[in-house]
């Protein structure tokens, strides 16, 4: 048996007065370039770890300052001691 599709309401509740005639398209594009904004979804768990964005940007950085830290020791050796010259 199917299951019955649930009627999709057309209406909005008073508090979503939206009116359409005076929206903007595009309204924050040009400032969404300039600040190099991207959302990213972090999963709940994840989410649960952090107070706002900003404490996962200090996160994020210091994992980019402790990557760019160690770069020299990841670094394959090639087996052989560099040529004296």
Request: aromatic residues 8%; glycine residues 4%; proline residues 2%.
């Amino acid at each position: 048996m199917k299951a019955k599709a649930k009627k999709m309401s057309d209406e909005l509740r008073p508090e979503y007065d939206f009116d359409y005639g005076k929206a903007i398209r595009g309204r924050y594009y040009r400032r969404i370039l300039e600040e190099g904004a991207n959302a990213v979804m972090l999963e709940k768990d994840v989410a649960k770890a952090f107070v706002d964005s900003a404490a996962v940007n200090d996160a994020l950085r210091s994992l980019l300052d402790l990557a760019r830290t160690t770069e020299r020791l990841r670094r394959r050796s090639s087996g052989r001691a560099p040529a004296r010259r």
